[in-house]
């Protein structure tokens, strides 16, 4: 009986056994780690556009295609949503649950409302037959601002499934460090858009 017992046990599956959790310094890390990688991304997008951005292959140029009140609006609501997100952090430090939900909220609509203006840009110059494939200017224009736009809706769902996460199982410890790492992304997101803002469409209209 005994011979069986021992070999029972060791025959039992690894992983079984508990897994140990991770550090949190290793986890903002390993994300500080993407954050630098997702930068050079936009460095190769922005270095992409400084080149093509006058190419306008006898085609239309920023000053008859940006709308720049519309800009500064859509500028505005990420902006908003960096501030909202501030207050969303503050009120997880409390452990205030119920505030930081409600301020996460508010951050996703005014997300939503940059990424709906974003599409009405998109949409309106590609009826007006200026789109991506017009110019080498519109083809790195596109990808360079269709990339961040990409990345605001990832940030959209993943803020959303923290929120169902937060609601369901409170502010504990790893939803605070998964909260923080998204505070790093949403604001990262808010620097490169200023770049977008300043390098592409102010530089391309007063330039």
């Not at 017992?5 to 056994?17: G, I, R």
């Not at 939503?112 to 007006?128: K, N, Q, R, T």
């Not at 080498?136 to 269709?146: P, Q």
């Not at 961040?148 to 502010?171: A, E, R, S």
Request: aromatic share 14%.
């Amino acid at each position: 009986m005994a011979t069986q017992t021992a070999v029972h046990e060791t025959q039992t599956p690894v992983f079984l056994a508990k897994e140990e959790p991770h550090a949190p310094s290793s986890t903002m890390l390993g994300f500080w780690i993407y954050l630098m990688s997702d930068c050079l991304i936009f460095a190769v997008l922005f270095a992409t556009h400084g080149v093509l951005g006058r190419n306008y292959a006898a085609g239309p140029g920023p000053k008859e295609l940006f709308d720049l009140p519309l800009v500064a609006i859509n500028t505005s609501m990420l902006l908003f949503s960096s501030i909202t997100y501030g207050f969303a952090m503050l009120a997880m430090a409390k452990d205030k649950k119920q505030a930081t939900l409600v301020w996460l909220g508010i951050t996703g609509l005014f997300g939503a409302a940059f990424v709906g203006l974003e599409l009405f840009e998109f949409s309106h110059m590609i009826m007006e037959g200026a789109g991506p494939q017009r110019s080498a200017f519109l083809s790195s224009f596109f990808t360079l601002v269709g990339t961040h736009g990409t990345h605001v809706t990832v940030g959209i769902i993943w803020l959303i499934t923290l929120m169902v996460q937060v609601g369901k199982y409170g502010l504990g410890a790893a939803n605070k460090r998964r909260l923080m790492c998204l505070s790093l992304f949403w604001h990262f997101l808010d620097v490169i858009w200023i770049g977008v803002f300043s390098f592409v469409y102010l530089m391309g209209v007063l330039g």
